[in-house]
């Protein structure tokens, strides 16, 4: 939003000025894009889509990102790495999941549109983080690829 105040020429007291309008292009630029990338939600949308075009047709059930930058490209998500885990998941219906610590779960929820935000306590704790991820990814449906390719892992693909 544009700024509201103007400094008095000469004075270099702020004043209060009259409202800016907002143009319309500004408030579509503000709902096309992510907050911390700038770039426009459809195409990041359509960097998922793409990846989901290869883990289908590799015959997968989904797909998970630990990395922060394979994060940001694919959701616009921005966070600190660290030694705490913050996974991606999506499966092949294009339901997804972000896991966070529990103390990231009211930025995440301020900062993102994700619909789904899963966490875990503070680790160590009395269960393991990824034993809580493992029932988020099985309540997603996605499978064992590993177990069941016989641990041939897929390659890389080009997006």
């Known amino acids: 939003m544009l700024s509201r105040l103007r400094h008095e020429v000469g004075s270099g007291r ?5 409202p800016q309008p907002v143009t319309t292009e ?12 700038g770039i426009p939600a459809a195409e990041l949308q359509e960097r998922r889509e793409r ?6 047709r590799d015959g997968l059930s989904g797909y998970v990102l630990f990395g922060v930058d394979y994060i940001q490209y694919f959701t616009g ?9 913050v996974i991606y998941a999506e499966n092949i219906g294009g339901e997804s999941a972000v896991f966070v610590p529990e103390f990231e779960i009211e ?12 966490s875990y306590p503070e680790y160590p704790g009395i269960e393991h983080p990824m034993s809580i991820f493992a029932r988020v990814l099985t309540d997603l449906g996605i499978r064992d690829a590993n177990r069941r390719r016989r641990g041939r892992l897929p390659r890389h693909p080009r997006l």
């Open 77 to 85: 998500f921005w966070f600190l790495s660290n030694e705490r885990p």
């Open 14 to 18: 702020p004043v209060e000025s009259e």
């Open 51 to 56: 990846l989901l075009e290869h883990v289908r």
């Open 26 to 37: 500004e408030k579509m630029l503000e709902q096309r894009t992510e907050p911390r990338t």
């Open 107 to 118: 930025r995440t929820r301020a900062e993102t549109a994700f619909a789904r935000i899963e």
